[in-house]
């Protein structure tokens, strides 16, 4: 494979390196000018569109009469009379909306007219130390969801948030809570002084998003004066045990390690004012319920606590045993409702396919073109692929649950400075993870549901900035339908990027390189130069496209097959004639022009969608002998393919006299020429013990 130098592309720079690569990257993809790279939408479209998008407003009413619809960061909603709402009934109601009539004439007749943000901090009842630190932070107005929650939970109510990836929702709890113990009504009864018990519990299902959400609070409750620890598996007790001991105010944890520092009877949370879960769906998924349970079984009197349940996806199952957790008054905010995306609709979301022995060598190549030189994460199924692909992509680390966990924090904190730019991390890094400049997210196959495609690529285009997710798969193998159903994404279908097309645009790279140096070094190398002219038998163009070839890491091209991006291999369609309803009748049509160990040696073919034909790959130097071999046959035509044709997804072969074949296995066989590969069986499969007593805190958990 051609050596491309990927250090460029993965290691860190400085910002003036980085919007360099930015730029170069846009010049790779206006060389590659291929349907591969042409749809993407530039950050200033994107935001441009979805300024002027007109959203309807969010849904936030009692759980009796919920309505659900959308709202997106681009539109604020003005909240602050929406909650009054809610908090007051109808009369408030048309007070605010009278209220909000006034401020419109105001602004029409022109007098008074303020530039303020409808959801500005000063809008809302945010104290001025917390103002301070938000200001300090960029912080100047709040995000729908924070909008919408922010009095709901100030004011008393039990809530379950949602709404999509990177909009804000750590804040729309923190907040809040924040100014209830400082300001509010948690302040007068919750307790204070040395040794004190906490007031606020967090519940995180990943040491990774505890440690992130405590970050969260140390700062904004610090500005305050308030005190947090941060309790997780995998680091030593003591510091943890000391800091309970002095007494803390907030505590944000994952369950398995809260529950045993209950067990120790290091943590009393008898008089907690606040109890949140967030990422809930995962949490009570990953088999969390129990201990959930009795962590919040722990207060004592129940009408003294505000439960706060958020997460981008919650499941009706999860709906349902939140409700044993919440007040049945609890108040719902959901921007995401019935809306069919479900993913974060500020990312761009692209299918290619791929074959798992080929990942290893296109993922650099889709790094090169849809990274904008920011970071990327790579997903992958389990741990052992995690750390295999990890090794064999330059600069890229692992980031998986069999790590240590002084690793672990290592790793991540290396990826968020920028010490390297590609992480490759098992569903360990999907929830809840904001890294700044994640630009990509690659995910080696489909994963087995919904919630992690919208949470994996949810890590980008996160606070109304965009992103690319690209998601490989295996024709033969992968369902990606159901996700694509699921999540509402309509995927982008395209080609894996030529390898011709990146050195193409590497060529244009390492020309400008080579425009950088200094002319003081011709003296040296002009003799060699011109012996190379005189004796090579090419031209100066060609001398000097072989010389930026070698600049730019290059010895050789080769192709790439469109249907497993296999390196070295074509993709060509094979007709009949006729329909081809069997992998075994392709097969048996090959075997009329071509030698049995060629039709042996074809991989992966698959039937086309229109029942026409068969896509399959072959060996770039057995390439002639095929389309020569077709001559000899009657009908039978095969051509290369430029683009990929629709194909017959993997659930049609179920059943129906399409199942199986004789001689080549089923619709979507690895054909004669064995298993290619193959993807990992080792898959996740902890939804099978949703609700089993398995913690899967150690054992049992992929990842
Ligand atoms: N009001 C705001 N103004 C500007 N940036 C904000 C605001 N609120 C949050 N952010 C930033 O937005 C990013 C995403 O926030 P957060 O991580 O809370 O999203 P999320 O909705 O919880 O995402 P996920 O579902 O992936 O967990 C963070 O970097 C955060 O600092």
Redo the contacts with the bound molecule.
């Keep these: 494979m051609p050596s491309i130098n990927l250090s460029d592309a993965m290691v860190a720079t400085s910002p003036k390196d980085k919007k360099e690569k930015k730029l170069k990257n846009q010049t790779l993809m206006e060389t590659l000018g291929s349907d591969a790279l042409s749809g993407g939408k530039t950050k200033k479209e994107s935001k441009h569109k979805k300024e002027s998008k007109k959203r309807k407003a969010s849904e936030l009413v009692d759980d009796e009469e919920r309505s659900e619809t959308s709202s997106e960061l681009g539109e604020p909603v003005n909240s602050k009379a929406m909650s009054v709402e809610v908090e007051s009934g109808k009369k408030k109601k048309k007070k605010a909306k009278v209220e909000q009539e006034e401020r419109g004439e105001e602004e029409e007749n022109g007098e008074g007219k303020s530039e303020e943000h409808p959801n500005a901090i000063s809008k809302f009842r945010i104290s001025e130390p917390l103002r301070a630190k938000l200001k300090e932070?960029?912080?100047?107005?709040?995000?729908p969801?924070?909008a919408m929650t922010f009095d709901i939970i100030l004011d008393g109510s039990d809530l379950v948030g949602r709404?999509?990836?990177?909009?804000?929702?750590?804040?729309?709890f923190v907040l809040p809570i924040l100014e209830s113990l400082t300001n509010g009504l948690a302040k007068s009864s919750r307790k204070t002084g040395y040794g004190r018990a906490p007031s606020v519990l967090v519940l995180l299902p990943t040491r990774e998003l505890a440690s992130q959400v405590f970050a969260d609070f140390e700062v904004y409750g610090g500005a305050l004066g308030l005190s947090s620890c941060c309790l997780y598996g995998g680091s030593p007790y003591h510091a943890q045990e000391l800091k309970l001991r002095r007494g803390v105010d907030i505590v944000v944890g994952t369950p398995g390690r809260v529950k045993d520092h209950i067990e120790r009877k290091n943590i009393d949370l008898s008089s907690l004012k606040f109890r949140v879960l967030d990422?809930a769906d995962e949490m009570l998924r990953m088999g969390f319920v129990e201990d959930v349970e009795l962590i919040l079984g722990q207060v004592e009197d129940l009408s003294k606590v505000q439960t706060l349940l958020?997460?981008?996806t919650l499941p009706g199952w999860v709906k349902d045993i939140a409700s044993r957790f919440l007040k049945p008054s609890k108040k719902t905010a959901d921007l995401v409702g019935n809306e069919r995306m479900k993913a974060s609709t500020n990312v761009r979301h692209i299918v290619i396919p791929c074959s798992s022995t080929a990942r290893s060598k296109l993922i650099p190549d889709i790094i090169r073109c849809y990274s904008s030189g920011g970071r990327t994460i790579i997903f992958t199924e389990t741990k052992d692929s995690a750390s295999e692909l990890a090794g064999l992509l330059p600069g890229a680390r692992a980031l998986h649950g069999d790590i240590q966990q002084a690793q672990r924090e290592v790793t991540l904190s290396g990826f968020r400075s920028g010490k390297f730019m590609a992480l490759v991390a098992t569903n360990v890094a999907a929830?809840?993870?904001?890294i700044?400049d994640v630009q990509l997210i690659i995910q080696c196959e489909p994963p087995r549901d919904v919630e992690a495609y919208i949470?994996r690529s949810?890590?980008t285009g996160?606070?109304g900035n965009t992103g690319v997710a690209v998601m490989l798969f295996d024709p033969r193998k992968s369902n990606i339908s159901k996700i694509e159903r699921e999540s509402g994404v309509k995927f982008e279908h395209i080609s894996a990027p030529q390898p011709a097309d990146v050195a193409k645009a590497a060529g244009v790279e390492a020309a400008e390189t080579i425009n950088q140096i200094s002319d003081s070094v011709i003296p040296a190398f002009k003799s060699a130069a011109e012996e190379l002219l005189n004796t090579s038998g090419l031209s100066a163009v060609e001398l000097l496209a072989k010389a930026l070839a070698k600049a730019a890491g290059y010895s050789e091209i080769k192709s790439r097959s469109l249907l497993t991006s296999m390196e070295n291999c074509v993709t060509v369609l094979l007709e009949a004639g006729k329909p081809i309803y069997t992998p075994s009748f392709a097969y048996g049509v090959l075997r009329r022009f071509l030698p049995e160990e060629k039709v042996e040696s074809i991989k992966g073919l698959t039937l086309t969608a229109d029942g026409r034909g068969a896509v399959f790959d072959v060996a770039a130097e057995d390439l002639d002998l095929f389309l020569t071999g077709q001559e000899n046959a009657a009908n039978v035509s095969l051509e290369v393919v430029k683009a990929l044709p629709p194909l017959q997804e993997r659930d049609q072969s179920r059943g129906g006299r399409f199942n199986s074949g004789s001689g080549g296995g089923g619709r979507f066989s690895f054909g004669r020429g064995g298993r290619n590969g193959g993807f990992s069986d080792r898959r996740n499969d902890r939804f099978s013990n949703r609700f089993s007593n398995n913690r899967g805190r150690s054992n049992g958990k992929k990842w």
Excluded at 137 to 143: A, N, P, R, T, V
């Design positions: 932070k960029g912080i100047e107005s709040l995000f969801i924070q709404a999509r990836t990177g909009q804000g929702k750590t804040l729309a990422e958020f997460s981008a929830r809840g993870l904001d700044n949470h949810g890590r996160r606070a």
